[in-house]
């Protein structure tokens, strides 16, 4: 079973058209990989459909606007797939 | 079609919010200045008003998801086809389905068929935002009542 990070990094790559061995875990998604707001659309709706559940966008970024969070928390990969896995663990519970 | 005022439902006719699927009927005109361009001699409704119809009866339908309290703008057109000519005169059937209502955003698949047969479809995304002001709300529930929109349990309830 692939990891989450595995996951969501190939859902960029095909969502994206960037090469796969480019998107590292601590690639943040915006600065790094150049991921417009558009293009979150699409990824987000992919992970959405992977994992069952539905990804908070307005409130991350509710809180990234407000300054309580920063896009490292949410956009960096490595801790996108941890928010993914809280998300999931919380549907399952 | 009031395609001057950029209105492209004429009537909605069956909406279902828990299928989340919509249907609209569409009268193109048969006279517009619109197709003295599209074409001279031949015209042809437009492939980017059959898409914008397809927008708009997917918009009241998550307008509708959204109890009027959220807007959709149309922000991504994907896998459109446009098969075969619409012109002047024409009935369309226009149908959306809701696929996926994610944080901000929401996805549909539409179509139109004519004569019974397939006109165009796409795969739409829509920014679900607030509505930017109490104005456009009211004149999106006006427009909404204009049209057959089940104004009663989805619009108030």
Known sequence: MSSTFDTIANIIAETCDIPRESIKPESHAINDLGIDSLDFLDIAFAIDKAFGIKLPLEQWTQEVNDGKATTDQYFVLNNLSARIDELVAAKGA | ?157
């Not at chain 2, 001279?40 to 409704?45: F, N, T």
């Not at chain 2, 619409?86 to 549909?108: C, D, F, M, N, R």
């Open chain 2, 1 to 157: 079609m009031r395609l001057e005022y950029f209105q492209l439902i004429d009537r909605i006719v069956d909406l279902n919010l828990a299928g989340l699927t919509i249907r609209c009927e569409a009268t193109v005109p048969t006279a517009s200045t619109i197709f003295e361009g599209h074409f001279p001699g031949y015209p042809l409704m437009p492939g980017v008003l059959l898409i914008e119809t397809m927008a708009q009866t997917s918009g009241w339908l998550v307008v509708a998801a959204n109890r009027f309290e959220r807007m959709p703008f149309l922000a991504a057109v994907k896998d459109a086809k446009l098969r075969t000519f619409v012109t002047p005169g024409q009935v369309l059937s226009v149908s959306a389905e809701l696929k996926h209502e994610g944080s901000g955003y929401a996805i549909t698949e539409a179509s139109i068929a004519a004569d019974g047969k397939s006109v165009c479809d796409a795969t739409l995304t829509f920014s679900v935002l607030a509505f930017p002001n109490a104005e456009m709300n009211k004149r999106m529930r006006d427009t909404a009542a204009n049209i057959g929109f089940p104004m009663g349990a989805p619009a108030d309830g």
